[in-house]
Structures are given as structure tokens and as C-alpha cells.
């Protein structure tokens, strides 16, 4: 950039520059849009290859943002796994929507720091709106605590830190853990690792989560809750907290919120709901009659960046019990003391986080653009794809859905042959997912559940359409009946 006698400026692009580069780049993307379902969902290279590729010296020289554009689309994109594509079935397949798109550049212009009312005014009030309708759409109440997020590990941390700091007596925020009880957490052997990433965190220590085995249908026994916790309690621990699924991370099993509930009160301990995948389905006029009513919950996680149509990252954590997080993160120094009016929010409060980026922003564009009816029909299409897999799959002779009751688009799928051992299904099924990756025109990810290794497909992307799901399933078939080829 140079200023008007052409000297060199040290100052940013101008605001012309800013609009032609950004054209530049929206060209670029709609190019992608266009392209998107021709586009292999993976990439064919090593992880050396791509080093190569994109490894040079520290650059010391201005360069023309249209090269490094041109460089970002040649070296980058083709060697990203898509997530945004239509027939990205791994993990959990999740979207990023035009208006988030749009959002994120948004976002990053203004710059605002949402730590502190003052800070960002406007910000503040968009983030507790956004995060009142987040509640209603959870059915959860929206007089309590409620915070955005990077994503549910951080969510589940600061709601058992918030658990932890409601046992009465201990005061951990003071005095530390030394001289306490030994405390535990209770989940099911299906919960995701966040709960032990949040213990080992906490000082609570993963000698100390207890995973309660679940039986085939992947769900927590409230009695047999209930009977550790008593057991627990007889020998000298203090159970601290509960974490109950809405969609557990392989096979999309809700447990029984509503009886664990009733077990938690009884013993007076803390009902986290890990919602992270399952709690924003509900919108889904299909899905709701299967998630159990989520405000018996103390505190609750829902990611918007797995099914709300937002882009990574974005978790919505709710406490019921106004002021449970800020009372254990509020902390200001005199560096931070700010005034404060009626309806003034210091967000920095409710978790460890002081400057935060303008997050709720993208939520607030995408539910005013597809209207909460356009977000449920978005997510009703999906579940309706997951049934003609589904369907695919039941009509076939070797394969099978081992997750039939999952409300949620979530499909395992295994190719079981009569003759084969365990051992052997599950190497055949290694192999399935291995080459429909390999190929790279549907991408999916795997689990083992209690019959051994499925091939795991999530739908949950606003590109996917019958299409793409027809093309994962000539890929699976053709993968499976190459195997048998190849085996006789
Ligand atoms: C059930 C469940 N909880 C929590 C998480 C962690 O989510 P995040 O990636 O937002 O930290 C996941 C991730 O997939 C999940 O499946």
C-alpha cells in the first residue's frame, strides 16, 4: 500500500483494497460452493507431502494478497478434509451456513472484545439474546447462568468447576483441594472423554470418574447409579457431580435424564447434561419426542457448532442456578473495574476466559436468516437422509445398523458376512472404511459398540442431499463386495 505521494505506508490495506481482496476471495469461495459436491472430500496426500508443500522460509517481503489467495487455493484447500462438504459423514458432520460465513469476516473487522460490558455494549446484549433463544430452543430456563463457549470440552469443565464449588463446606475456590473429601464423577462408559480431560483439570483425578457400564443400548442405569453412589458414599467419597448424555459420541444413545435426576437430588449431587450433539436436534419436529426434558438438568451443553448450521466454534453452556459460574470465576482486578447499569453483562465472569471474540454474532445472522422454521426443516431433511441409509441398509443381505434407536441422523453400519469371526467382521470392516475413505467421494469415521468395529455415518451437513447419500452407499457396497473379491 502506498499513500497518496507514493510513498510506503506502514498502515493497513485501505478500505478499497479491503473490498477488492475481499471480492477476490468471495469469488474464490462461490467458485468452491459451485464445485463443492465434485470435489473429493479428503485429500490423497502424505502428511510429508503436504509439510513440503507448505513449509518455506518466514517471509520478510510484502506479498500480493492475490498470490497468497492463489497459494491458499493450489497448496491449501486440496489438501484439507472437507468438512463442509455434503458428503462429510465422519465425527459428527456439522455445517458452516452463508450468514456465519459472512459473520466470521464480520466478526473479525469489528474486533470487539465481549469481556466486559463497557467493552462491547452491543456485543453483550446480541450474546444474552442469542443465548435466550438458544434456551428456548433447548426448552431449558433462561434465568440462570448461560455463557458461549469454544466448544463442550470447556463447557463441561467449568460446569463440574461450578459443581465443585457448590458442595457445601469445602470452598475449594479459597482453600484449594487439600484436607477435602475425595470427590467423584459419575457418567456412563459411553460419555466422551471431555468429563476425564475436565477431571484430571479439576484435581479430581481419573481414579475418581466412575463410568458405569451400559448394557447394548449405550444408556446410563439410574439404579445402578443410584447403588454406586450409596456405595460410594459409605466408604468416604463425596460425589460431586453427574454427567448425563443427550447423544453420546459413538452411537447417539440418550440416557434417562429425567430418573438420574431424581437419583441426584436424593444424594444432592450436581446433574451435568452433556446436550453437545443431541441438544439442538430437538428443534426437529421428529427428534423432540426423544430427548427427555433438559431443564432437570443443573447445568447443560449444547453446541451449536455441531448442528445449529455455525461453524466451529460456538458451545452454549446454561446453569439453572443464577450465579453458580459467576460466583466461582468472577475475579476482577482493579484493571478490569468497570461500572455497571441495569441489564449490563460482564461475560469475562462466567468462565476463565477474559477477552473473547464476538461469537454470538453468527448465531444471531443465522437464526434471523433461516428463521427457527428454516433451521427445523434443515434438520428435519437430514434425519429423513439417516432413514433412507437407514432403509439402504435393511434392505441389504450383510449389513446392519447397529444403532437402530438413535433419534439423531447418526448411522453405525456393519457388514456382517455369515461365516466370519468377530476378529474377521470387524478386519472387513476396517478395511470397507478404509477404502470408502480412500476414494475419497464420501468421507466417514467408526466406533466400536458391543458387536465390535462399525463404520460410523453422521449427516448433519445443509449440502447433503438423497444424492450424496446414494453415493456413500454405491461406495460402501462397492467397498464391501470388492473385500469379498478380493477374499475369494
Ligand atoms: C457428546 C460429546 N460431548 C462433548 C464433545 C466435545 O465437544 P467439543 O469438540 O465442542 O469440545 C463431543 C465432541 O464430539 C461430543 O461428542
Keep these: 500500500m502506498t499513500t497518496t505521494d507514493g510513498t510506503p505506508s506502514v498502515g493497513d490495506w485501505t478500505p478499497q483494497e479491503l473490498e477488492e481482496n475481499g471480492r477476490l476471495l468471495l469469488s474464490c469461495l462461490r467458485r468452491h460452493f459451485e464445485d463443492l459436491r465434485t470435489l473429493p472430500v479428503t485429500t490423497d496426500r502424505s502428511a510429508q507431502e503436504i509439510r513440503g508443500l507448505i513449509d518455506e522460509p518466514l517471509p520478510t517481503e510484502p506479498e500480493a494478497f492475490g498470490d497468497i489467495l492463489d497459494q491458499t487455493w493450489r497448496d491449501v484447500r486440496p489438501h484439507l478434509t472437507l468438512w ?3 458428503r462429510f459423514h465422519a465425527y459428527f458432520s456439522n455445517s458452516s451456513s452463508g450468514p456465519a460465513i459472512l459473520a466470521e469476516m464480520a466478526t473479525a473487522a469489528l474486533n470487539v472484545n465481549v469481556m466486559l460490558w463497557d467493552a462491547a455494549p452491543a456485543a453483550a446484549a446480541v450474546e444474552s439474546t442469542v443465548l435466550k433463544w438458544l434456551a428456548d430452543l433447548l426448552a431449558y430456563p433462561e434465568d440462570g ?3 458461549l463457549v469454544d466448544g463442550a470440552s470447556l463447557a463441561t469443565l467449568y460446569a463440574l468447576a461450578a459443581a465443585r464449588e457448590q458442595l457445601t463446606g469445602l470452598d475449594v475456590r479459597q482453600h484449594g483441594l487439600a ?8 457418567a456412563s462408559d459411553q460419555t466422551h472423554s471431555s468429563i476425564d480431560k475436565a477431571a484430571i483439570t479439576l484435581g479430581i483425578g481419573l481414579d ?3 463410568r458405569l457400564p451400559t448394557s447394548g443400548d449405550g444408556m446410563l442405569r439410574p439404579d445402578a447409579l443410584d447403588a454406586q453412589i450409596r456405595a460410594d458414599v459409605d466408604s468416604g467419597y463425596r460425589p460431586m457431580a453427574v454427567v448425563a448424555n443427550i447423544g453420546t459420541t459413538s452411537t447417539g444413545a440418550v440416557d434417562p435424564l429425567e430418573q438420574i435426576a431424581e437419583v441426584c437430588a436424593q444424594h444432592g449431587v450436581w446433574l ?7 441438544g439442538f436436534w430437538r428443534i426437529a419436529d421428529g427428534v423432540r419426542p426423544h430427548v427427555p426434558d433438559l431443564s432437570a438438568a443443573d447445568s447443560l451443553v449444547a453446541n451449536p457448532h455441531k448442528v445449529l448450521l ?9 446453569c439453572r442456578h443464577p450465579d453458580a459460574l459467576t460466583n466461582t470465576f468472577r475475579l476482577v482486578p482493579e484493571y478490569l473495574t468497570t461500572r455497571h447499569e441495569n441489564g449490563s453483562v460482564d461475560f469475562m465472569n462466567y468462565s476463565l476466559q477474559l477477552g473473547r471474540q464476538f461469537r454470538a454474532l453468527k448465531l444471531w445472522w443465522i437464526i434471523k436468516s433461516f428463521g427457527v422454521r428454516g433451521i427445523a426443516e434443515r434438520l428435519t431433511a437430514a434425519v429423513d437422509l439417516a432413514d433412507r441409509l437407514r432403509k439402504a441398509a435393511g434392505n441389504s443381505s450383510h449389513w446392519k445398523v447397529e444403532n437402530p434407536d438413535t433419534p439423531f441422523p447418526l448411522v453405525c453400519l456393519r457388514y456382517a458376512p455369515r461365516g466370519l469371526t468377530r476378529e474377521q467382521t470387524d478386519a472387513l470392516n476396517q478395511r470397507i472404511h478404509q477404502r470408502v475413505n480412500t476414494a475419497g467421494r464420501s468421507y466417514v469415521s467408526h466406533t466400536v459398540v458391543e458387536c465390535g468395529y462399525v463404520i460410523r455415518v453422521s449427516i448433519g451437513n445443509i449440502h447433503t442431499l438423497a444424492e450424496d447419500i446414494d453415493v456413500l452407499w454405491r461406495e460402501l457396497s462397492a467397498a464391501a463386495a470388492a473385500e469379498e473379491g478380493s477374499a475369494s
Design 84 to 86: 463442509n462438504h455434503p
Design 145 to 147: 447462568d448461560a455463557v
Design 179 to 186: 484436607g477435602s473429601p475425595r470427590l467423584r464423577v459419575y
Design 208 to 210: 475418581n470418574v466412575i
Design 272 to 278: 451435568h447434561a452433556d446436550a453437545a450433539y443431541g
Design 310 to 318: 455455525c461453524p466451529m466454534e460456538a458451545s452454549a453452556l446454561f
